[in-house]
């Protein structure tokens, strides 16, 4: 992401925390981009994958927790920047995740929201959201809240109503190698993902869906459609 990268490159970070963090993928974005920090924590919920970044993470300021980002362990005021990336879309109850990482963030600390969204693609990446809405689906069905790529105005909405003043909006392309290759993988992956449902009653729409996911595939290729980034101040 080289606008990001290039705001990031005049920041001194601090103390960092980045909220869902998954495999750590904006924790990289951080490290590689930010002039300094002290130390960057990334938390999420899913134990497994935190243990497996702990087993592989090589970086001594960089620590993975465990932790509940709708409760945090974590003092008020206790971060100068905290992030999150790709993850608005996952929340059932987005405005209380918000108000944590608020709450922890000290006054004038830097907040960054990243998120895809779904409106003014290509045609090869809006095969990126029509995929990503239908594995939202399943997931859904099967117990995991993925809602549909939010718009670009409903992420910069949550944001300016949770008090945090705006500095910045811009979008943003993933430039990872590694991304495009990842995401053809899901376009062959997908009757397989789709399987998974077979015995719902939404399986059959679900397979026009993904019939419609390779035709947009077939047609147009795949790309990843754009990511949002919107830097704040508390
Ligand atoms: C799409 S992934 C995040 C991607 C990552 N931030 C990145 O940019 O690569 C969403 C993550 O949110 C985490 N998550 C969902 N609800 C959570 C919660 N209440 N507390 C902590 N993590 C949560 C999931 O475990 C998952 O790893």
Do not use: W
Request: aromatic residues 6%.
């Amino acid at each position: 992401m080289k606008k990001l990268r290039s705001k990031l490159k005049d920041v001194e970070g601090g103390k960092v925390l980045d909220v869902a963090t998954r495999d750590g993928a904006f924790i990289m974005k951080l490290k590689d981009g930010l002039k300094s920090y002290t130390e960057i924590i990334g938390i999420d919920n899913d134990e497994e994958i935190i243990e497996k970044n702990n087993k592989t993470n090589t970086y001594p300021n960089i620590k993975y927790l465990v932790m509940d980002a709708e409760n945090m362990d974590f003092e008020d005021n206790t971060f100068d920047m905290v992030c999150m990336s790709n993850t608005l879309h996952h929340l059932p109850n987005k405005n209380k995740m918000l108000s944590e990482m608020k709450r922890v963030l000290k006054p004038g600390g830097i907040f960054i929201i990243s998120e895809l969204f779904s409106e003014e693609q290509s045609p090869a990446q809006m095969t990126h959201v029509m995929l990503h809405e239908l594995g939202g689906l399943i997931d859904t069905l099967l117990g995991e809240h993925h809602s549909k790529t939010l718009k670009k105005q409903e992420t910069i909405d949550l944001i300016k109503n949770m008090g945090i003043q705006i500095d910045e909006i811009f979008e943003d392309y993933e430039t990872d190698e590694g991304i495009h290759k990842r995401l053809i993988e899901r376009v062959h992956k997908l009757p397989q993902k789709v399987a998974k449902i077979k015995d719902y009653p939404e399986f059959d729409k679900f397979m026009k869906m993904a019939e419609d996911v390779k035709k947009n595939f077939d047609n147009f290729g795949i790309e990843r459609s754009t990511q949002l980034v919107i830097m704040g101040r508390l």
